[in-house]
Nanobody
Framework: QVQLVESGGGLVQAGGSLRLSCAAS????????MGWYRQAPGKQRELVAI???????NYADSVKGRFTISRDNVKTTVYLQMSSLKPEDTAVYYC????????WGQGTQVTVSS
């Protein structure tokens, strides 16, 4: 089993920054990808950013140039640095790790006020 613990969400004004963290623990073997998704009220969950085991990254068009995904050297913690936040970034943000299975964090609320 893999456990994911997220932190770093909160309330911020438009133009501000937040940093999300997701720490993985448990039976972690051969992580293929680590990523962040978000789900706004009434909308489907969508990919925000993803980083592969080879450190390749991919971002949603809506966050390119504003968000940066990274991870620690041990590759068990993934971060999402969010800058120039907009009200439309308001959502619950979920961490996801894919090994031979897909694991999800509990979600952390990000609210951007205008």
């Amino acid at each position: 089993q893999v456990q994911l613990v997220e932190s770093g969400g909160g309330l911020v004004q438009a133009g501000g920054s937040l940093r999300l963290s997701c720490a993985a623990s448990g039976s972690i073997f051969s992580i293929a990808t680590m990523g962040w998704y978000r789900q706004a009220p009434g909308k489907q969950r969508e990919l925000v950013a993803i980083i592969t085991n080879g450190d390749r990254t991919n971002y949603a068009d809506s966050v390119k140039g504003r968000f940066t995904i990274s991870r620690d050297n041990v590759k068990t913690t993934v971060y999402l640095q969010m800058s120039s936040l907009k009200p439309e970034d308001t959502a619950v943000y979920y961490c996801n790790i894919v090994t031979n299975l897909s694991y999800w964090g509990q979600g952390t609320q990000v609210t951007v006020s205008s």
